[in-house]
């Protein structure tokens, strides 16, 4: 039996979301497939009808679950979005953003080197600021759906880490 190497071994999670497209979205992605596909015969009379109908959805509805792919978790030590990840030590403060303060967050005044996970189909996010005074990044915005529950993991897992 060999030890369990460190890259296998994962931390409890606390929190973990993933920031998946709306159900009713779905459906309005495979109407724009049927629009384009019955453009598309009408503008090529000669193409069979199936062609644009089978190259158009798997085509719609890979482009979905990639834009649906973000994973944001909070595990004991670290916070994960996406592929980055930050050590919880280095968290200063977590503020719950609901929608108009995510507006106003990314607006004009909001700092060029902050690090930003947004989609607009999500209302609320979170805003990270960071205790690092090697790292040029102020402050990480990360959109959520229960952005004070991930406000609450990061301060725990940040406080159990100190």
């Given at each position: 039996?060999t030890?369990?190497?460190?890259?296998?071994?994962?931390?409890?999670?606390?929190?973990?979301?993933?920031?998946?497209?709306?159900?009713f979205m779905?459906?309005?992605?495979?109407?724009?497939?049927?629009i384009?596909?019955?453009?598309?015969?009408?503008?090529?009379?000669?193409?069979?009808?199936?062609?644009?109908?089978?190259?158009?959805t798997?085509?719609?509805?890979?482009?979905?679950?990639?834009i649906?792919?973000?994973?944001?978790?909070?595990?004991?030590?670290?916070?994960?979005?996406?592929?980055?990840?930050?050590?919880?030590?280095?968290v200063?403060?977590?503020?719950?953003?609901?929608?108009?303060?995510?507006?106003?967050?990314?607006?004009?005044?909001a700092?060029?080197?902050?690090?930003?996970?947004?989609r607009?189909?999500i209302?609320?996010?979170?805003?990270?600021?960071?205790?690092d005074p090697?790292?040029?990044?102020?402050?990480?915005?990360?959109?959520?759906?229960?952005p004070?529950?991930?406000?609450?993991?990061?301060?725990?897992?940040?406080?159990?880490?100190?």
């Amino acid at each position: 039996m060999t030890p369990e190497s460190p890259a296998r071994t994962t931390a409890p999670t606390s929190y973990r979301e993933r920031l998946t497209l709306r159900w009713f979205m779905w459906p309005i992605g495979l109407l724009v497939v049927v629009i384009l596909g019955v453009e598309l015969t009408i503008g090529f009379p000669t193409l069979p009808i199936w062609v644009p109908f089978a190259v158009l959805t798997p085509a719609t509805l890979a482009v979905m679950a990639w834009i649906g792919r973000i994973k944001v978790e909070v595990t004991e030590g670290e916070l994960r979005v996406d592929d980055a990840r930050l050590p919880v030590r280095f968290v200063g403060d977590v503020v719950a953003l609901d929608m108009e303060g995510k507006r106003e967050a990314l607006g004009v005044g909001a700092h060029p080197l902050a690090f930003v996970i947004q989609r607009p189909w999500i209302g609320p996010a979170v805003q990270v600021l960071l205790d690092d005074p090697d790292d040029p990044t102020p402050y990480w915005v990360i959109s959520t759906r229960r952005p004070v529950e991930l406000a609450t993991a990061l301060l725990a897992a940040r406080d159990a880490a100190r």
